[in-house]
């Protein structure tokens, strides 16, 4: 077995009890997962069971503690119709180098998701921008910012998915690639 193979191996066996005490909790489904610096906390997305009142699946982000014997929700399901403030459909979970913010993207418009944040101390959901969360800068100049792949419009017509890179704040603060390949872009900006 190659080391990769072996490292993903080992570290999903880690993480199965976790994974399998949130499943047997009666608080749904987990749809992805992060495990909080030192491993004392994990925050899920979670699957539940039935409709919001608009029709979508409903869903939780909570913060399991105590070796998940303890859940507590942090967010669940706010449509709207308007796709800057549609909490719905919640997808990739990401949290902050200092564990202090949670990312993830919701549903938003036909082209593109949009990013989300809660402030873990405050549990203020803020909108941040649109498009794919790619990374989390995780050193150097760039920690704690965000490189998000959105989908833009030449002047003359079509599109393009490129790269950029933004505060937690929602500033852009500009093109990291016009290619959209995180593996290549994260690592030299402090992954």
Known sequence: MNKSLTFTFIAWLLCAPIIANALNNDNGSVVSYVTAPGGAKAYYILSLHGQDTMGNKKMEIAVGENENRIFTSLLTNQPSNSPQNNLTDFS????????????????????S???HSINLKTKKVTYITNGDLDCIILGGEYQGDLVVQQHRYFVQGGGYDFLWLFNPNGKELGLVSDNTDKSKVCPLLGN
């Not at 990739?92 to 082209?111: C, H, K, R, V």
């Open 113 to 115: 998701d949009a990013i």
């Open 92 to 111: 990739n979970i990401e949290l902050s180098p200092d564990g202090n913010i949670i990312y993830f993207q919701t549903s938003a418009w036909a082209t």
